[in-house]
């Protein structure tokens, strides 16, 4: 084995990348508070993933090591559940660190299941990342919508409208659901029923899962975020529930 | 409360009642002598005079279109301390509320005062006033009360009232223990006495005047002199808001004032003894004007001519009555009332406070409370 | 030509904002040049007069501030300042001088970064605004 | 040139000089006007700065200076000094610039740095001109000291001024001095005992006659000034006297338990308590809060918590006299009682109420009262008669024969009782409880005319005529309602239910008929019904207008009736009867809906149309309520009636329009329950005494009605409550029982009766019970006790209010409170040290109750920082923790053994202190494991605690099991800090800790002068510290005494006589009402020893008579002139 290299420091070492986070972070949010206390490291899924936890992470972007960790697949399997956060006494926010590194990485040696799902929700107004069309789900949801008030006449006055002009409610919707498993889409309108709510989809921007966001694409991000909150404003709906 | 009482006019002349119902008042029992503007036989001119006689009350003249003083200064001098005994005043209705702002200033007090207001018909700048007096003198008065009430509330003659009278919204006194009632009645019929306190109450009582009701019309005529003074006035706001709304224009308002302070003087209250820009904090070292001078290349001189002013208006614009006396008293002819009250409608407003309005009402800057005006702090 | 520079004259009061602005020193925070603070031993004594005679002299921006309400070491003193502010801020707009020109604000004795920061803001608001009238002509 | 001006501007080192070019400011200065010499110097403050100054001003012959350095608050007053030795007036002629804090400090460019230091240095010359010679007032000081908080820091700080020979006031607000320390095992890094050294100082501060201690007292106002305090100290009502011996019979007596929060819970204590052994006064204290709401509620004012408290104890005679002090009747008001106190069971907050009326039942059922010693009554001549003997009746015949009266009762039936005997049937009330508790009554001597009815047999003046004094009408409310419906009158099998219970209940038990409908939905009808049923009727419904959720009668009653076969038709209301040849037929009945609701707040019920049924039936038994039978013709006029029908009262006096005669009970209230009779009849008895004896009773009643509400101040109930099911009284089968008229439930065993009783959280605290009282041999327990204000003088305050431990329950992560083994270092403490709850053994919680410890712990782990260093609690370091830490890692291995493994997960060791370093190689060497890494998370998993971390320095993750977790928690101010700050004219840090003058050069003092600091008030900081900044603090304070006098600033406000107009604004402005109106000479005047110099007066003075001295408008106008003149 060979021993450890160890890491070059010099005088002008500069960490661009963590100035660049900071910068982004509202005030307080000062990435050198770091106490090394572990408590991140320990809470976290991905630790050890990859020969790297959160802890190294930030340290290694703390002394510049930008090289290393904008190469590092790890900030791949990271969650970004957030749970680093909610135990970091400094409450210093690692996900954005991990969220710029992967947007540090050319789109295209992105992880090819995320992109895929990203790309596919650019393809139409859906947003679905399983690129579902408007009709398509319109379809879906009036099929089994119809099916299962014929077969539950306790239901026969329940409806899963889209685009109703002024609902209270505007849902998004994973597309797992209409596309593999539309029986599974009942459940959650009965409990609206039930409850009695004014609630409708949007034809645009029903999609609810955002791949986008997990592969760190600004822009893509906000393209999907925008047609559906758009949609939601254009029909005049007071809430935005988001399922996913 | 209310009680009214009428007296009829003879040969319609409501001086000659008014003379006959002051001489009456000067009998009661409690009432030493009677605070009221007469016609000076010397002199045609008006002022007011302190009588104990009822026999010296001949040039009784309350209705006159001249306001030469704020007689709410001299009721000021007679009730500060105890004078032993009660004096009647005839007032005007913006006199009655400077009087009540110095009760309030602990300049005044109420309790050895009856307060008696005619409805007031206006009056002339002074300079007019001394044109118009010159040329007429005598008879002036009842063509002015006629006119005045026919209607015409702006002119006479082709003399203009003041414009602080024009723009006075305030023509009959809520305050007043007795108020003399003009408006609504035919001219030359009758006047309305009408008691609005218990002292005026009393008084009335005892003097045993034919009791009447409110004629009908009185208040409808009131009010649409007051609409139309409030139209006045706001478009004298807006008029002068524009004239002074940056540092040029404000100098060019005030070019003209040589810190005579003759405002402050007219001014019924601006109570100091002393007012600061006459002590020694504004007795400049000769080398500050040095100074000042050398900062820009020169000064006006006198200096500090809008820091008087701007802080006369600090000082007292909550409790400018709209009197237009700062005005008469100016040498130079700058109209500082509308300025005055352009800002005063401003600065009573923001404490939810009317000058002269109410006794119990405190001045504004002399009370304080946690929860207010939170807007004020802060910075965003 | 030079970034507009005001001159802000702040009247701090001795215990709880001119001590935030010691704090903000010993702690060396940064803030802009422009402010002067004048002592005064609490925002009580501030006669409407300072203020008035700093705007005509030149300022182009008045700080008043005070201790946090419940907080005046004299009581209340910083709730009279207030009616005094607010009846300033009715009379100079009448002459052009803008309502954001004059601040009160309530800074703790242990606020030294807030201080910091208000002063920044302040300082940053008055510059949008430009100079002050009376600093590039004379008042009579 | 007429002044002569020094300018100095200071280089602070390279603090000032490094950012602002000195030498340059001099220069400019140089060339202002009045200045004759400019300098700048590398410390101004220093010896030879300040005799730079002195040499200038003599040299000179300057007559103002101006320094330009730090801030005021720093060093005005050095250079005011050497000013004065100089021979200048300071204040004339000194003047102080700051361009340090306000420009070195905060500025980054040179050049603008410069710049700002001219500008402000030209400010100063154009100010200082104007400045005047200024002399400050001299005030002798009051030697006193006064400390507050008597922890090892108070305790101190008294010790030393009163060893330096002055009076100390120490106020303490637990009932013993100590403080944290005193709760603490041993102290670190000595490991010596925290009791061996710190009673020996509550002793001496307890024995030392210069120091006058104050316990259980808080400050509650202070006003003065330096020198000059006048304090206002509420000293508690501890409800003990000072000649308590500290024996602790009391604390035996007592039934009531409480968590002691000294042990931090962990073991209980009693409501009359001393926190722990060895406190400081030995004198005991009564934990009193609000009565609780049991007690409030009950209409007759028992005291609720007593008498559960005395059962949990087993005192059932106890528990029993409890309750007959408010109530004759205990057995029969333990089975019918409807039980309001129950509605309002603070219990219900952890589970259900408390059975409170079955375990009154079960206290009277333990005792026979006729074996009870009868009560020594001293007899009085006046006669009393008592007309009806129910509940109201009896009642007051009762407590007005215990008050000596001669009564008679006089009642129109054959039997005692009133509708106790005649209303409410045998299974629910035996008769011979109902006989023995009127036994009981009547052997004190009481005289009864049997079937004497009122109105009928005799009349008030009858009474007046045999020389009664007083007369009480409690003759209840024995007539039915009327139905009202078609053929009511016309058949034969319509019984009211009043007439039907009163016959069975007076042995008349034959059916009524085969089949019996009861209308109506109270406890009188299911009574009717239940009663019907044993008589043999073989059918019985009820009709009832509404649903069941609104009938009136008790649950349990409604649930046994139907379980014994009743039918109950609920919504259906009767319209008319039918009847065949004279007799009752049946009920004819319309269904009915709930409608909006009515006046009385339930829904209306509305018929249906079309929904009408025949219920067939043979008897009929209206039971839709009471109005009391008046058939007295000769004076219906003279005793005043409500439009309700009854007696018309006055609400507090009971006293009828007649004032010699009372009235009480179902006859003044309407029907109603037995628990408001025995109320009104209690009530009565009492003004009737006050009557005969004179009183007037209008002013009786104001009193009465003036009584202050009572409060709602109970104890917090603890979280960790645990849940526990309330009992049940065992019910008979429901086919038997509806067989016979015998009682239907029988009472608690004795077990049972303890455990619910103990199931009280004794909300009220003290229960009131007095047996403290009566173990008390030195007669010092006085239950009557009130709060008292003292009002001190002083010279000086320390305030030493210390600190409190973080609650780590919000941080779920560390699992505090869910899973049992986890600790708080203080509980740990409490656990260590030798009075605490194991008597000093390291133990395990039992998980089944906190209360109880098991066995040493195998394994532990401490985690340091909880709260700590954490931007959600406290970004400061507590500073002792890690050193605590390393303690319970040893007293662990010491007390556990060797092979007890212990844990501590740290971010850093900060070992800062005289042997502090020493003591943490010593426990690593005992084998402690160190990890450094902070825990994220505490589980719990097959009874072991996993704690999860990483051990950063071998970069693994850790998941260690163990059976106990310390949680290190912050050190934190006080909740009400911000509140004690305000009292004493203080302020609090950003961390909420009290705010010290300087942080360096002036760490005791505070920004008002003559209040200091102490201890951890201040900031965590451990004892060494603490006990070093009492010393300070004492120091300061003692300084003041010694010079006896003490001068405050001139800097106050002054009028001018000659501008003055007398307006006395400013008079209303004043805080301090410094500011007095001469009317001789019409202005206004300022005292200036009360005057502070706040200028709330100058502010305002329009003509500028007013001004603040060295801050008069032409000085600051001049200093506004320097800064603008650009």
Excluded at chain 2, 271 to 282: G, L, M, R
Excluded at chain 3, 8 to 25: E, M, P, R
Excluded at chain 4, 58 to 64: M, V
Excluded at chain 4, 812 to 839: C, D, I, M
């Amino acid at each position: 084995m060979m021993p450890q290299e160890a890491i070059q420091l010099t005088r002008d070492r500069q960490t661009p990348f963590m100035d660049k986070v900071e910068a982004i972070l509202p005030e307080g949010g000062n990435l050198n508070l770091c106490l090394t206390c572990g408590a991140c490291v320990s809470g976290c899924p991905a630790s050890g993933l990859s020969g790297m936890d959160p802890r190294k992470f930030l340290r290694m972007a703390a002394l510049g090591m930008d090289e290393e960790i904008l190469k590092s697949n790890w900030v791949w399997f990271c969650t970004m559940c957030q749970r680093c956060v909610y135990v970091c006494p400094m409450k210093i926010d690692i996900p954005q660190l991990v969220y710029q590194a992967r947007a540090s990485w050319p789109r295209e040696t992105r992880p090819k299941g995320i992109l895929g799902s990203c790309d596919m929700a650019l393809k139409n107004d859906s947003c679905s990342a399983m690129g579902a069309s408007p009709e398509d789900f319109d379809f879906v949801v009036n099929d089994v919508l119809e099916e299962y008030r014929e077969a539950q006449p306790e239901f026969a006055e329940m409806t899963a409208p889209i685009d109703k002009k002024g609902a209270e409610f505007f849902l998004n919707q994973n597309s797992r659901e209409p596309v593999t498993e539309p029986d599974e889409l009942i459940p959650l309108w009965k409990i609206l029923h039930t409850v009695g709510a004014d609630w409708t989809y949007g034809s645009k921007g029903w999609g609810g899962e955002n791949y986008c966001l997990f592969l760190a694409d600004d822009k893509s991000w906000e393209h999907i975020t925008r047609t559906s909150a758009n949609q939601a404003d254009a029909l005049g709906c007071k809430v935005f529930l988001n399922t996913e | 409360m209310t009680t009214m009482a009428k007296i009829d006019l003879k040969e319609q002349n409501p001086l000659e009642a008014l003379k006959q119902f002051f001489a009456g008042i000067l009998k009661l029992k409690d009432v030493t002598s009677i605070l009221v503007p007469q016609r000076l036989s010397t002199l045609n001119t008006i002022m007011p005079t302190l009588v104990t006689d009822a026999a010296l009350l001949e040039g009784v003249d309350p209705l006159a279109p001249a306001f030469p003083m704020n007689a709410a200064r001299i009721a000021s001098r007679l009730t500060r301390k105890p004078m032993g005994g009660k004096v009647a005043a005839v007032l005007r209705p913006c006199e009655i509320r400077a009087f009540i702002e110095l009760v309030k200033l602990n300049q005044a007090h109420r309790e050895e005062i009856l307060l008696i207001s005619t409805d007031c018909l206006g009056a002339f700048p002074n300079k007019e006033y001394f044109k118009f007096a010159a040329q007429d003198g005598g008879e002036e008065t009842l063509r002015f009360y006629k006119t005045m009430l026919g209607g015409n509330t702006h002119e006479m003659e082709g003399y203009p009232l003041a414009p602080a009278c024009k723009a006075c919204e305030h023509p009959v006194s809520e305050n007043a223990d007795i108020q003399i009632g003009l408006y609504g009645i035919k001219p030359g019929e009758s006047i309305l006495i009408k008691a609005q306190s218990e002292a005026g109450d009393e008084m009335l009582k005892q003097m045993n005047l034919p009791e009447t009701t409110e004629p009908t019309g009185r208040q409808a005529a009131i009010d649409t002199l007051i609409s139309q003074r409030i139209r006045f006035r706001d478009d004298m706001f807006a008029k002068t808001q524009e004239a002074v709304n940056s540092l040029d224009k404000m100098g060019a308002y005030f070019s003209n004032c040589v810190n005579c302070y003759n405002c402050r003087v007219a001014c019924p209250v601006c109570y100091c003894k002393e007012c600061v820009f006459v002590t020694d904090v504004f007795d400049h070292e000769p080398s500050q004007y040095l100074q000042w001078a050398a900062r820009k290349g020169m000064i006006k001189m006198p200096t500090d001519t809008l820091f008087y002013h701007l802080t006369r208006l600090a000082h007292m614009s909550t409790a400018c009555v709209g009197c237009g006396q700062c005005s008469n008293a100016c040498p130079n002819d700058i109209p500082i009332m509308e300025v005055f009250r352009t800002v005063a409608q401003h600065t009573q407003q923001a404490f939810g406070y009317e000058a002269g309005k109410n006794l119990e009402e405190k001045p504004p800057l002399s009370v304080f409370f946690k929860d207010e005006f939170q807007e004020v702090v802060g910075i965003s | 030509m030079s970034e507009f520079e005001p001159t802000i004259v702040a009247f701090f009061c001795n215990w709880c904002t001119f001590t935030a602005a010691d704090l903000a020193g010993t702690s060396r925070l940064s803030y802009p040049h422009n402010i002067r603070i004048i002592r005064v031993m609490c925002t009580g004594m501030v006669d409407p007069q300072y203020v008035i005679k700093a705007f005509l002299e030149g300022a182009d921006g008045v700080l008043v501030s005070g201790c946090n309400p419940g907080d005046c070491h004299y009581i209340n003193g910083n709730y009279k300042a207030r009616r005094r502010i607010k009846l300033l801020k009715e009379i100079l707009p009448q002459f052009g001088f803008e309502n954001e020109r004059l601040r009160l604000t309530w800074i703790g004795a242990s606020d030294g970064v807030r201080l910091a920061e208000i002063l920044r803001t302040f300082v940053t608001q008055i510059k949008a605004l430009g100079p002050s009238q009376t600093k590039l002509k004379m008042a009579i | 040139m007429s002044e002569r001006i020094g300018f100095y501007i200071c280089h602070c080192g390279i603090n000032i000089a490094y950012r602002v070019r000195v030498q340059e400011v001099a220069e400019y200065v140089a060339k202002l006007p009045n200045v004759a010499i400019s300098r700048d110097y590398l410390f101004m403050c220093s010896d030879p700065g300040q005799e730079i100054i002195e040499k200038d001003i003599r040299e000179y012959h300057l007559t103002r200076v101006i320094v330009a350095s730090c801030s005021p608050r720093m060093h005005e007053k050095t250079f005011r000094a050497a000013c004065q030795r100089a021979g200048l007036n300071p204040y004339r002629a000194f003047h102080m610039v700051c361009v340090r804090e306000h420009v070195s400090w905060v500025t980054e460019s040179e050049d603008e740095a410069t710049e700002k230091a001219k500008n402000l240095a030209r400010a100063g010359i154009l100010r200082v001109v104007h400045q005047r010679e200024l002399f400050p007032a001299t005030f002798p000081v009051c030697t006193n000291t006064l400390i507050v908080g008597g922890g090892i820091a108070g305790m101190q700080a008294a010790l030393d001024v009163a060893k330096a020979g002055f009076k100390a006031f120490l106020v303490e607000r637990q009932p013993t001095i100590g403080g944290h320390m005193l709760q603490y095992d041993k102290t670190f890094p000595t490991l010596d005992c925290a009791a061996c050294i710190g009673t020996p100082k509550m002793v001496s501060v307890g024995q030392e006659p210069r120091i006058r201690l104050l316990t259980y007292s808080e400050v509650e106002n202070v006003s003065g000034f330096i020198g000059n305090f006048k304090v206002s100290v509420r000293r508690k009502a501890r409800y003990v006297e000072k000649n308590c011996t500290g024996c602790g019979e009391c604390e035996k007596a007592c039934p009531v338990d409480f968590p002691n929060l000294w042990d931090v819970n962990t073991k209980t204590r009693k409501a009359i308590y001393r926190p722990f052994p060895q406190a400081v006064p030995i004198t005991y204290c009564i934990d009193k809060y609000d009565r609780a709401p049991c007690v409030q509620t009950c209409p007759a004012g028992t005291n609720v918590q007593g008498y559960v408290a005395l059962i949990k104890a087993g005192k059932y005679r106890e528990a029993l006299n409890l309750i007959m002090e408010r109530l004759p009747l205990p057995g029969t008001l333990g089975r019918v009682c409807p039980a309001p106190c129950e509605h309002v069971c603070r219990r219900s907050e952890v589970d259900e109420a408390i059975a409170i009326r079955d375990l009154k039942r079960f206290a009277a059922d333990q005792v026979n009262p006729l074996e009870m010693p009868l009560p020594d009554i001293q007899d009085r001549p006046e006669k009393i008669a008592v007309i009806g003997s129910g509940p109201a009746g009896l009642t007051a015949a009762h407590y007005l024969r215990l008050k000596g009266y001669q009564i008679t009762i006089f009642e129109a039936l054959p039997a005692l009782g009133g509708m106790l005997r005649v209303g409410i049937p045998d299974y629910r009330l035996p008769p011979e409880i109902l006989d023995r508790e009127i036994q009981n009554t009547l052997r004190m001597g009481i005289l009864t005319q049997m079937n004497q009815k009122f109105g009928v047999d005799f009349c008030l003046d009858d009474l007046r005529k045999q020389g009664f004094k007083a007369i009480f009408l409690g003759i209840g409310a024995h007539r039915s309602l009327k139905l009202g419906v078609q053929g009511e009158e016309d058949f034969q099998g319509v019984t009211d239910a009043v007439d039907f219970l009163r016959k069975v209940n007076l042995g008349h038990r034959e059916p009524p008929g085969k089949r019996a409908v009861i209308i109506g939905g109270g406890n009188v009808a299911v009574d009717a019904a239940r009663a019907a049923l044993r008589t043999g009727c073989g059918q019985v419904d009820i009709v009832y207008r509404r649903s069941r959720e609104e009938m009136p009668a008790y649950p349990e009653e409604i649930e046994g009736a139907l379980a014994e076969g009743v039918k109950i038709h609920f919504l259906t209301a009767p319209i008319a009867i039918r009847g065949e040849g004279g007799k009752v037929a049946g009920l004819e009945c319309i269904r009915t809906e709930l409608g909006p609701p009515d006046e009385s707040g339930r829904r209306r019920p509305v018929p249906v149309a079309g929904s009408e049924f025949v219920i067939e039936s043979d008897v009929i038994i209206p039971a839709i309520g009471q109005q009391p039978d008046f058939e007295w013709p000769a004076e219906k006029q003279i005793l005043e009636l409500t439009k309700r029908k009854t007696i018309s009262v006055n609400p507090h006096t009971m006293q009828t329009s007649l004032p010699d005669v009372f009235g009480g009970g179902d006859a003044v209230s309407g029907p109603a329950t037995v628990i408001e009779a025995v109320a009104a009849g209690r009530k009565a008895a009492d003004a009737i005494h006050s009557y005969i004896m004179g009183e007037d009773m209008e002013s009786y009643a104001k009193r009465a009605a003036a009584k202050e509400p009572l409060g709602q101040n109970w104890r917090a109930i603890l979280k960790t409550t645990p849940k526990k099911e309330r009992a049940r009284l065992p019910h008979r089968d429901a086919t038997e029982s509806a067989a016979s008229f015998a009682e239907v439930m029988s009472g608690f065993g004795e077990t049972q009766a303890q455990e619910e009783a103990a199931r009280c959280v004794n909300c009220g605290g003290c229960c009131e019970c007095k047996l403290c009282e009566s173990a008390c041999e030195a007669k010092a327990v006085n239950h009557s006790m009130k709060d008292e204000i003292e009002e001190i003088e002083v010279g000086s305050i320390i305030v030493a209010t210390g600190f409190d431990p973080l609650d780590p329950t919000p941080i779920r992560q560390y699992g505090y409170g869910q899973h049992t083994n986890v600790f708080t270092n203080l509980e740990f403490e409490r656990l260590s040290n030798a009075t605490g709850p194991t008597r000093g053994k390291l133990l395990k919680r039992d998980p089944k109750d906190r209360l109880r410890f098991t066995e040493p712990p195998k394994s532990v782990a401490i985690l340091h920082c909880i709260g700590s260093r954490d931007k959600n609690y406290h970004e400061y370091c507590s500073r002792t923790c890690c050193m605590y830490a390393l303690k319970y890692a040893h007293l662990i291995k010491d007390k556990c053994g060797h092979d007890t493994e212990v844990y501590n997960f740290y971010i850093d060791m900060r070992c800062f202190g005289k042997g502090y370093e020493e003591f943490y190689k010593r426990v690593q060497s005992e084998g402690v494991r160190m990890v450094r890494g902070k825990a994220s998370r505490v589980d719990e998993k097959d009874g072991m605690l996993i704690v999860t971390a990483e051990d950063t320095l071998s970069d693994r993750m850790v998941k260690i099991p163990v059976e106990m977790v310390i949680l290190c928690t912050a050190m934190e101010a006080r909740p009400d800090a911000t509140e004690v700050a305000r009292v004493f004219g203080i302020s609090t840090g950003s961390d909420g800790f009290f705010q010290e003058e300087h942080p360096k050069l002036e760490p005791v003092s505070t920004p008002t002068a003559g209040v200091f600091l102490a201890g951890a008030c201040q900031g965590p900081k451990d004892i060494p510290d603490t006990v070093a900044q009492a010393k300070g603090a004492a120091a300061e304070a003692l300084a003041l005494s010694a010079s006896g006098k003490v001068s405050v600033s001139p800097m106050i406000s002054s009028i001018d006589p000659d501008i003055c107009v007398g307006c006395q604004i400013c008079i209303g402005l004043c805080a301090y009402s410094a500011i007095e109106f001469n009317p001789l000479k019409g202005i206004s005047e300022v005292n200036e020893a009360v005057c502070k110099g706040c200028g709330s007066c100058a502010g305002y003075c329009p003509s500028g008579a007013a001004q603040i001295r060295h801050f008069t408008s032409k000085q600051i106008f001049s200093e506004i002139d320097g800064i603008l003149a650009a």
